[in-house]
Nanobody
Framework: QVQLVESGGGLVQAGGSLRLSCAAS????????MGWFRQAPGKEREFVAA????????WYEDSVKGRFTMSRDNAKNSVYLKMNSLKPEDTAVYYC???????????????????WGQGTQVTVSS
């Protein structure tokens, strides 16, 4: 059974930092594009970041560029999202997702992802 388990969410003040982790089990994702998405209350889920299978290419949503960094450790079958300079508008449930392939096509499209975690809440207070 494939599982993606996020951790590291919590409550933080504006300007603070958090590091989200996503641990995968049930299969190896070292040959898969991985992504982070988020869903704020009353809004649709949106793309945050994606990383290539090798980890040498990343893609960020414009509002998080320069503040968020996505990385991966294929030896640990895990991906991470370091979030700095957090803003109240970053408040959301953050989801880890994995594609079944290394194809970069549609990396910001949630419909292209095959596996999803349960999400972790990030709340940024002003």
């Amino acid at each position: 059974q494939v599982q993606l388990v996020e951790s590291g969410g919590g409550l933080v003040q504006a300007g603070g930092s958090l590091r989200l982790s996503c641990a995968a089990s049930g299969r190896t994702f070292s040959s898969s594009v991985m992504g982070w998405f988020r869903q704020a209350p009353g809004k649709e889920r949106e793309f945050v970041a994606a990383i290539s299978a090798s980890g040498d290419t990343t893609w960020y949503e414009d509002s998080v560029k320069g503040r968020f960094t996505m990385s991966r450790d294929n030896a640990k079958n895990s991906v991470y999202l370091k979030m700095n300079s957090l803003k109240p508008e970053d408040t959301a449930v953050y989801y880890c997702a994995a594609k079944a392939s290394a194809s970069w096509y549609g990396a910001k499209d949630e419909d292209r992802y095959d596996y999803w975690g349960q999400g972790t809440q990030v709340t940024v207070s002003s």
